[in-house]
């Protein structure tokens, strides 16, 4: 149950509920009666087959399929190896049930599909009451009518698949519903293939499907996109009869346009630098106020402690700063975000030459930030962190999965996998983030 139950937790997530909840095994008894149907009616036949040979006589798009040997036989055969089909006298794979068409259709889901096969499985809602089982093909159509589906959505990849979807509904005489296909939404740098996200788990590339780097709607969700982020991206793009490929930069572009109105700032130091401001009091703490978030008056403030000693990025300082570097140097002078203006005078190095603490002394009358009475501004704004208070933290940053634009473009004999991104998974440890983050 656990893929039935990721789905609906997923729909909810995404903000929709549905009228009723539908399973295909809730028709699996209708289904075998309209299978019995079709043999009665010369549409269908048991085939001993083995898979293999199936594919061998299908055929190909060049060349045209066979008829089985067991194609012609007795509606009462058919009926007796179908009912102990059912009865579980055979094992996995020794005979199948396939609907009765055209063996020398240019469309081979035409050539006489497959409807059940046999396995001996216990289904997550009917128990072992069957050890057969629909093939999508013959079910998805059924299912449909049943439910009074107008019209069935599906991906361009089953366009070739609806004329047996409607061969089906045609010769069992029931509603008539309309498969329509469009699109498949693909991105780049991802793959979005059941298949091989499924490969992607099992070996162990990823987590799981939650993994944050993962298509997954559970994994983006511990990514930190949102569902109107999603819901906005799909009305965006819409829908489309032609194959397509949308920039992930798409997608990342509503993520953050959604962030940018809904989610609360914090400050975070993912590689502390250390800062001692000697001109403070020692001892003395004060309590700044933060804006939550500057898209949205209503997000309120929240109070940041400063201190004497504090953590900035190490990127934030230079010593020796290259052209056009306006962030923290010797001799120059940066805001610290809702706290002070400060300026640099001196360094501390470890045996490998290597700055560890930065010196700098503070403006008393820029407190929150602003700008002094003399008029005199800076050019850069850095966050920072009090050192007696921030928490530390373990981050994650993740870069694409995929190093290519389209993943499944490899070099000759190499899996898709060969594409995956060494970098998609950065663990920073150590980081310092400010207190609020710990409540």
């Given at each position: 149950?656990?893929?039935?139950?990721?789905?609906?937790?997923?729909?909810?997530?995404?903000?929709?509920?549905?009228?009723?909840?539908?399973?295909?095994?809730?028709?699996?008894?209708?289904?075998?009666?309209?299978?019995?149907?079709?043999?009665?009616?010369?549409?269908?036949?048991?085939?001993?087959?083995?898979?293999?040979?199936?594919?061998?006589?299908?055929?190909?798009?060049?060349?045209?399929?066979?008829?089985?040997?067991?194609?012609?036989?007795?509606?009462?055969?058919?009926?007796?190896?179908?009912?102990?089909?059912?009865?579980?006298?055979?094992?996995?794979?020794?005979?199948?049930?396939?609907?009765?068409?055209?063996?020398?259709?240019?469309?081979?889901?035409?050539?006489?599909?497959?409807?059940?096969?046999?396995?001996?499985?216990?289904?997550?809602?009917?128990?072992?009451?069957?050890?057969?089982?629909?093939?999508?093909?013959?079910?998805?159509?059924?299912?449909?009518?049943?439910?009074?589906?107008?019209?069935?959505?599906?991906?361009?990849?089953?366009?070739?698949?609806?004329?047996?979807?409607?061969?089906?509904?045609?010769?069992?005489?029931?509603?008539?519903?309309?498969?329509?296909?469009?699109?498949?939404?693909?991105?780049?740098?991802?793959?979005?293939?059941?298949?091989?996200?499924?490969?992607?788990?099992?070996?162990?590339?990823?987590?799981?499907?939650?993994?944050?780097?993962?298509?997954?709607?559970?994994?983006?969700?511990?990514?930190?996109?949102?569902?109107?982020?999603?819901?906005?991206?799909?009305?965006?793009?819409?829908?489309?009869?032609?194959?397509?490929?949308?920039?992930?930069?798409?997608?990342?572009?509503?993520?953050?346009e959604d962030l940018n109105k809904h989610a609360a700032r914090v400050m975070a130091v993912l590689r502390p630098l250390k800062v001692v401001i000697d001109n403070y009091p020692e001892n003395q703490v004060e309590e700044m106020d933060a804006v939550n978030?500057?898209?949205?008056?209503?997000?309120?403030?929240?109070?940041?402690?400063?201190?004497?000693?504090?953590?900035?990025?190490?990127?934030?300082?230079?010593?020796?700063?290259?052209?056009?570097?306006?962030?923290?140097?010797?001799?120059?002078?940066?805001?610290?975000?809702?706290?002070?203006?400060?300026?640099?005078?001196?360094?501390?190095?470890?045996?490998?030459?290597?700055?560890?603490?930065?010196?700098?002394?503070?403006?008393?009358?820029?407190?929150?930030?602003?700008?002094?009475?003399?008029?005199?501004?800076?050019?850069?704004?850095?966050?920072?962190?009090?050192?007696?208070?921030?928490?530390?933290?373990?981050?994650?940053?993740?870069?694409?999965?995929?190093?290519?634009?389209?993943?499944?473009?490899?070099?000759?004999?190499?899996?898709?996998?060969?594409?995956?991104?060494?970098?998609?998974?950065?663990?920073?440890?150590?980081?310092?983030?400010?207190?609020?983050?710990?409540?």
């Amino acid at each position: 149950t656990e893929y039935v139950d990721s789905i609906m937790e997923d729909v909810k997530w995404l903000g929709f509920h549905w009228d009723g909840l539908f399973y295909a095994s809730d028709y699996f008894d209708q289904l075998y009666e309209w299978a019995v149907k079709l043999i009665k009616d010369g549409k269908a036949y048991v085939d001993d087959l083995s898979a293999d040979e199936i594919r061998e006589y299908r055929g190909t798009l060049t060349k045209p399929g066979k008829d089985s040997p067991y194609r012609n036989r007795s509606v009462e055969e058919n009926l007796d190896l179908f009912e102990r089909m059912r009865a579980g006298e055979f094992p996995d794979g020794a005979r199948v049930l396939r609907a009765k068409i055209d063996m020398s259709s240019p469309n081979l889901n035409m050539r006489d599909p497959v409807m059940y096969r046999i396995l001996h499985a216990e289904h997550h809602r009917t128990g072992d009451k069957w050890c057969i089982y629909p093939m999508y093909d013959y079910a998805h159509g059924q299912s449909d009518s049943l439910e009074r589906v107008t019209h069935s959505m599906c991906t361009l990849e089953f366009e070739d698949h609806r004329p047996l979807y409607n061969w089906f509904i045609q010769q069992l005489g029931i509603f008539p519903s309309q498969q329509i296909e469009f699109d498949r939404l693909n991105l780049t740098y991802t793959l979005l293939s059941k298949r091989k996200l499924l490969q992607l788990v099992q070996e162990g590339h990823v987590s799981g499907w939650d993994d944050p780097r993962m298509p997954t709607l559970v994994g983006i969700r511990r990514r930190g996109y949102t569902p109107d982020a999603i819901r906005n991206f799909c009305g965006a793009i819409g829908a489309s009869k032609t194959n397509g490929v949308i920039e992930l930069a798409m997608l990342e572009h509503f993520v953050r346009e959604d962030l940018n109105k809904h989610a609360a700032r914090v400050m975070a130091v993912l590689r502390p630098l250390k800062v001692v401001i000697d001109n403070y009091p020692e001892n003395q703490v004060e309590e700044m106020d933060a804006v939550n978030n500057p898209e949205d008056a209503n997000a309120g403030t929240r109070k940041v402690p400063f201190s004497r000693v504090l953590y900035i990025e190490q990127d934030d300082f230079r010593e020796v700063p290259p052209p056009k570097y306006f962030r923290l140097s010797p001799g120059q002078e940066v805001r610290l975000r809702y706290a002070y203006f400060i300026k640099c005078s001196g360094v501390v190095k470890n045996e490998k030459g290597e700055v560890v603490e930065v010196h700098c002394s503070y403006d008393p009358a820029t407190r929150g930030g602003n700008n002094p009475p003399d008029g005199r501004k800076v050019k850069s704004t850095i966050h920072w962190v009090s050192a007696a208070h921030a928490v530390d933290a373990e981050v994650r940053l993740y870069e694409t999965l995929f190093a290519k634009p389209d993943p499944s473009q490899t070099e000759e004999g190499k899996e898709f996998t060969s594409n995956l991104n060494p970098n998609s998974l950065e663990v920073v440890s150590h980081a310092r983030v400010e207190p609020s983050l710990a409540k």
